[in-house]
Structure formats: structure tokens, C-alpha cells
């Protein structure tokens, strides 16, 4: 256990359905991180919190919509997903954006395909 | 370039041996540098991370860093199957918003 939780460990979804993926955090770390990782790619960063705050959004199709109620919680509500979506994601904790602590905690991951 | 580059692999070495990860980073304005170690089917797990030019040990892990050669490695002493895993370079690019960013990782298979 990292400290960082993820849930569902698995998900199966149709081409139309909307689900959402869940992390939280026991760290009392002030940001979070949802990163994608497909076979033989560098992990991907998708969006940053800070304090609660989206401070970073790597050009990410609007069917991946990220919600962060405080610095505790992080979710990525997907909705109308491509097959080309089936990766593992990851979520991420660190102390701050600042950087150079290298505080970066990664939760299990879900593993989501698309059908 | 890409911002973080490695080796694919993979990377065989017999039990006992060293293992010798590499990596190289585009940004010259980079302080920060980490290994993580990345299980089938796990998620990352920092090993080892690096601020300054050198070597830094920990038990059978030696992280070296070159800031002229924008050049990282990773050494693993007495190589065990344990071992074997997926090892990602990352750094914190000053480009990049101060944000972590990965290599591909580079798989290592210790042979028994």
C-alpha cells in the first residue's frame, strides 16, 4: 500500500457509457496527477491539481474530464471513450508542484479497456 | 529528441551481474532526476532519485549523473530476478512546468 489509492482496479466499458475512476490520497499531499500509460510509451501527463486547483491540462480530449473536491480526492470522469483509450492510468501524489521533492507517490492504477 | 530517452531492451544480465541502466534528457535546465522501478501489472515505485553530479549509493543501487552530458544511469550491483522489472528515468523538466517527466523505461531480465 502507497498510500495512494485507486479504484476500480479493472474496468470494462462500451463506447457509450460514462464511468469514473476514483484516487485518493492519505499523504497529506497538496497535489495530484492523473498520468496514462500505454504499452512501450512514456507515461503521459494528463492534468495537474495543486491546492485543489487544475493548474495543468496537457491538451486532453474533452471526453476525459477531471474533478479534484479537495486535495484528498481526484477523479477522471470519462465519457464516450475511443478504443485507443485502453491504457493503464495512474494517479499521482506529490507535496507540491514545486518539484524538486521527490515526493511523487503512484497509486496501483486502473486498467481500463475500451470496447 | 524526446524529452527523456532510454533504451527499450531488453536488458539481460545473468544473476549476480551488474546491470547498467541508462538515460539522457534534453533539458540542460534539469535539477532533479529519479529511478523508478515498475513491476507487470504494478505502478511505479521510486528507487532512487539524484540532485547533483556524481554517484549516489543506496544498498545495491548506484545512481549517477553527468549534467554536462545531460546524462543519467542507473547501476543495480548483484543482479537478482527480483530484479526483473521495468526501470523508468524521469525528470523534473524546468520546460515542462517543473513536472515530471518519463523515459519509456528500459526492461531489465536477470537470468538465474
Redesign the interface.
Known amino acids: 500500500e502507497?498510500g495512494v489509492t485507486q479504484t476500480p482496479r479493472h474496468l470494462v466499458m462500451g463506447m457509450t457509457n460514462k464511468k469514473s475512476l476514483k484516487c485518493e490520497q492519505h499523504l497529506g499531499h497538496n497535489a495530484m496527477y492523473w498520468y496514462k500509460q500505454s504499452a512501450?510509451?512514456?507515461?503521459e501527463?494528463m492534468f495537474?491539481y495543486n491546492f485543489k486547483e487544475q493548474?495543468?491540462n496537457n491538451s486532453v480530449p474533452s471526453r476525459f474530464s477531471p474533478e479534484c473536491p479537495n486535495s484528498s480526492h481526484l477523479f477522471l470522469h470519462l465519457h464516450t471513450l475511443q478504443p485507443e483509450d485502453s491504457a493503464l492510468y495512474?494517479c499521482a501524489s506529490s507535496q507540491d508542484?514545486?518539484?524538486?521533492r521527490?515526493g511523487?507517490?503512484?497509486?496501483?492504477?486502473t486498467?481500463l479497456t475500451v470496447v | 529528441q524526446k524529452e527523456v530517452e532510454q533504451n527499450s531492451g531488453p536488458l539481460s544480465v545473468p544473476e549476480g551481474a551488474i546491470a547498467s541502466l541508462n538515460c539522457t534528457y534534453s533539458d540542460r535546465g534539469s535539477q532533479s532526476f529519479f529511478w523508478y522501478r515498475q513491476y507487470s501489472g504494478k505502478s511505479p515505485e521510486l528507487i532512487m532519485f539524484i540532485y547533483s553530479n556524481g554517484d549516489k549509493e543506496d544498498g545495491r543501487f548506484t545512481a549517477q549523473l553527468n549534467k554536462a552530458s545531460q546524462y543519467v544511469s542507473l547501476l543495480i550491483r548483484d543482479s537478482q530476478p527480483s530484479d526483473s522489472a521495468t526501470y523508468l528515468c524521469a525528470v523534473i523538466s524546468k520546460e515542462y512546468g517543473n513536472k515530471l517527466v518519463f523515459g519509456a523505461g528500459t526492461i531489465l531480465r536477470v537470468k538465474s
Open positions: 502507497t512501450k510509451k512514456p507515461l501527463l495537474v493548474t495543468e495512474l508542484t514545486r518539484g524538486r521527490p511523487y507517490t503512484f497509486g496501483s492504477g486498467r
